[in-house]
């Protein structure tokens, strides 16, 4: 991490420890809150100028902190490639319809929990007020914003609105013992957390998109897993309406972490 990165990021922290004194701002509409949320927004994916298309999409991000920062899903980030390989990086869509690339690099990756913060360069983003998951309930009203199928609508952020229906643990019950696969069993001796299950129809390209209370616009979660009925396609033709969030509270030690 540089040095700037480094101070920026520290004074975020300073601000974010002291923020449960303060009152979140409450909009007077739903359409209010999303009108503050979209340009916090950004799509990840990777770039090269020589490569078509020049940027691949790989899922969404929110901007936190003091505005260079994203938060997104460790899957979301690509493998390391070669030294003349595509640039991790993020679109950035104005409120005009333009689009802009900034070239970012990781500070920090979780790959248990499936959250990276990343950092990009150049001028400073609106950013998102981090809140506290300790305080969700089930039945609690929520909302999404992110591009559910990537570039297909012109990387235009797209709100979702549902419910949290079951805070679960992420490993959940098998039906016999033959459809533990290694993953769940590296699950099981990692020990469990608990999740978030929604009644809300995401898609694969909401990846990192932020859950939000729909009148503050304080993030509370990440989604990160869709329930898929059948192929990868049918999230699209057959959505099942049940999707996953990741607690933000594991992104807020994240970043006590990278200090």
Known sequence: MTVIASKRLILYLGLLETQIFFSP?????????????????????????????????????????????????????????????????????????????????????????????????????????????????????????????????GFSPVTHRGIVSSITPIVLPMGNVNQLNEKAIQRIKKGSFNIYQLDATAYPGNSGSPIYDPNTGVVVGVINMVFIKGTRESALSQPTGISYAIPINFLTEMLKSSR
Do not use: C, M, W
């Not at 490639?81 to 979780?110: E, F, Q, V, W, Y």
């Not at 007020?129 to 309930?137: A, E, H, I, K, N």
């Open 25 to 153: 701002l409450v909009y007077a509409d739903f359409q209010d809150t999303i009108d503050h949320v979209k340009p916090s927004i950004v799509a990840v994916g990777t770039y090269k100028k020589t490569q078509s298309p020049p940027f691949i999409f790989r899922g969404t991000g929110f901007v936190i902190g003091e505005g260079n920062h994203v938060a997104t899903n460790a899957h979301v980030i690509p493998e390391p490639t070669l030294a003349d390989g595509p640039d991790l990086a993020i679109l950035i869509r104005s409120t005009h319809g333009d689009a802009s690339i900034r070239r970012a690099r990781i500070i920090n990756k979780d790959a248990e929990h499936d959250l990276a913060i990343i950092y990009f360069d150049g001028p400073a983003l609106s950013a998102l007020t981090v809140g506290d998951s300790s305080l969700v309930r089930e039945g609690q009203s929520i909302a999404f914003t992110g591009f559910p199928i990537g570039g297909a609508l």
